[in-house]
Structure formats: structure tokens, C-alpha cells
């Protein structure tokens, strides 16, 4: 099927620092998102992307979090500064439609 | 917005027996519903999903029901396999760029 793959599948940062996670989504989709998910636990939606621009975020989506995708490039969300509960795996996700999402293999960020 | 409920969050089934997993939800202007399987360390897959104009919808051991008037949706997995425990994740959407707001989980655990 689809596949949005996602760089770098694991990371390790201080605390305070910047860190930046790339997706690089289905060739021909147009809506992008990221959903943040601590251990086993649920799929947390933080922002979603269209045209260029940002059309909702939640309350997940502190003013520290940034999206942009230039040129059609990777996805990316950059968190800066990075705190420690924003350990979690970050999953990409796009779709053709809106509708039926897919998922990359996810992010795993440690803030120490 | 939307919330979606989801039931039980851990569920253990014998082998060849049948799993069932159940999700509510509030905005009546959903009208998407997918289902995600997850495995662990692995990204959400879809497995099956089912749109407001269907009341039911089978994928070879996998059943999907809605029931709009109570805003209800269900996954009944029949003839389970070992295969099948993993994390199970329902959804709900009621709008192209909002994404899909996700259920809580579900643990099944296939036991022989």
C-alpha cells in the first residue's frame, strides 16, 4: 500500500534543544498531520496541513511546534524548544482525500 | 469537535472465538469511521472502515456495524487468530481537514 516514510525513526535530545522530524508523505496526497502518541497509549492528533497552510491544531500543539512542508519537500514538525513530556512517538500521516489516513512508522524523540 | 468513546480497553479472547470492540461518538456530522490496527513498535494500519451511507461492512473475518441514530460504531473480529492480538484503534471523522479523532484502544490478546 501507500508509504509515508518518516526521518529519523528514533532520536535523542537535551532538553532545550531543537529538534526537527521529517516526513515524506504519499507522492499525490494533499492533507498532511501529525499525531503524537505516548507508550501504548492513544493516537493524540496535534496539527493538520493543507495547501500550505496550517487548518486546525489542538491544544497538544503548543506554541513551541511548527509545521512546514517548502517547495514539496518533507512535512516537518520542528519543536523548539524541546521539554521533557514532549517525549512520545510523533506519527505522519496523509491522505488523498481527508478521509483514509496513513500512517508513516513514527518518530520515537527522547527529551532527557 | 468530535470524541469518540471506546470499549473495553483490554479485551483476552480464546482462539477461534470472536472479539468485539465498541466506540460512540457525539457529532452526528461524522461520517467516517475507520478502524487502525497497531502492533507493537509499529504504526497504525488500517484494517477496515465504513462510511455514513452503510449500516454494515465485512471484510473476510473483520465486521463492521454502524448505527447512526446512536451514534455507534463496532469491529467484531470472527474466528480469531493469534494474529490478531494487537492494539485496535476506532475513528471518527466529520470533516475533510480535521483528520480523525481516535478512540482511547483496545488490547485483544488471543490466547490458545
Known amino acids: 500500500g501507500p508509504k509515508v516514510l518518516q526521518i529519523p525513526s528514533h532520536q535523542i535530545i537535551d532538553m532545550g534543544q531543537m529538534v526537527t522530524l521529517n516526513c515524506d508523505p504519499v507522492?499525490?496526497?494533499?492533507?498532511f498531520y501529525w499525531y503524537k502518541q505516548i507508550l501504548g497509549q492513544q493516537m493524540e492528533f496535534l496539527v493538520n496541513f493543507y495547501n500550505g497552510k496550517v487548518m486546525e491544531k489542538s491544544k497538544l500543539f503548543k506554541d513551541q511546534f511548527s509545521v512546514e512542508r517548502p517547495d514539496g519537500s518533507y512535512f516537518t514538525l520542528k519543536i523548539q524548544p524541546t521539554a521533557l513530556e514532549d517525549s512520545a512517538v510523533y506519527f505522519c500521516a496523509s491522505s488523498f482525500s481527508g478521509n483514509t489516513l496513513y500512517f508513516g512508522e513514527g518518530s520515537r524523540l527522547i527529551v532527557v | 469537535g468530535e470524541q469518540v468513546e471506546q470499549l473495553p480497553s483490554i479485551l483476552r479472547v480464546q482462539e477461534r472465538s470472536s472479539a468485539s470492540i465498541n466506540c460512540t461518538y457525539e457529532?452526528?456530522?461524522?461520517?467516517?469511521f475507520p478502524w487502525y490496527k497497531q502492533e507493537p513498535g509499529e504504526n497504525p494500519k488500517l484494517i477496515i472502515d465504513i462510511r455514513s451511507n452503510m449500516e454494515r461492512k465485512q471484510i473476510q473475518g473483520l465486521i463492521v456495524l454502524l448505527d447512526k441514530k446512536a451514534k455507534r460504531f463496532s469491529l467484531h473480529i470472527t474466528d480469531t487468530q493469534p494474529a490478531d492480538s494487537a492494539m485496535y484503534f476506532c475513528a471518527a471523522s466529520n470533516h475533510y481537514a480535521q483528520g480523525l479523532t481516535f478512540g482511547l484502544g483496545t488490547r485483544v490478546s488471543v490466547f490458545p
Open positions: 507522492s499525490n496526497h494533499l492533507y
Open positions: 457529532n452526528s456530522a461524522s461520517n467516517y
